[in-house]
């Protein structure tokens, strides 16, 4: 079985996109860390990892169809945020970003009647529901927190982690 030409290079595009969003994970978990956040970092750096992960699944999925794995470069991540909230803010915005992403493979595999690639998909659609709605409930949690009681809230997210 194989892929269209424009299906590969979408996927490819995905595996870079997965890439980059692990490399600004790995960036917030960094400025966390600076603020004495440690949990907040252990957390961001596992998001990271499980980005990496996603994108090691697309590139085995690109393989595994008989289409060529193009490894991108990875964009230079923010890394002066200001807040933990700005942080949560840009990585709730990046997991939209990455939700929409899914969602136009989705509907070109639809186009092209790939049955394969849009089932394998499927997961990435179940698993963006997921992290969007964790994300948006750590900047709820983040917003009522507040700037000063951040390291009560640590406690709330390593009980959340276990």
Not at 60 to 65: A, E, P, R
Request: with cysteine.
């Amino acid at each position: 079985m194989s892929i269209s030409v424009k299906m590969a290079e979408q996927l490819n595009q995905q595996v870079a996109n997965e890439f980059n969003a692990a490399y600004k994970y790995r960036a917030m978990s960094f400025c966390f860390a600076d603020m004495g956040l440690k949990i907040f970092a252990k957390r961001f750096e596992q998001q990271a990892d499980e980005e990496r992960g996603h994108a090691m699944k697309i590139a085995k999925y690109i393989q595994d169809v008989n289409a060529k794995v193009e490894l991108q470069a990875v964009a230079k991540p923010k890394h002066d945020y200001k807040s933990a909230k700005e942080i949560v803010e840009a990585a709730l915005k990046s997991e939209e970003t990455v939700t929409s992403q899914i969602n136009a493979l989705v509907a070109l595999a639809a186009q092209e009647n790939d049955y394969a690639t849009r089932n394998f998909l499927e997961w990435f659609v179940e698993e963006q529901v997921e992290e969007v709605a964790s994300m948006r409930e750590l900047l709820q949690w983040v917003t009522m927190a507040g700037e000063n009681n951040l390291f009560q809230l640590e406690n709330r997210i390593a009980q959340s982690m276990s």
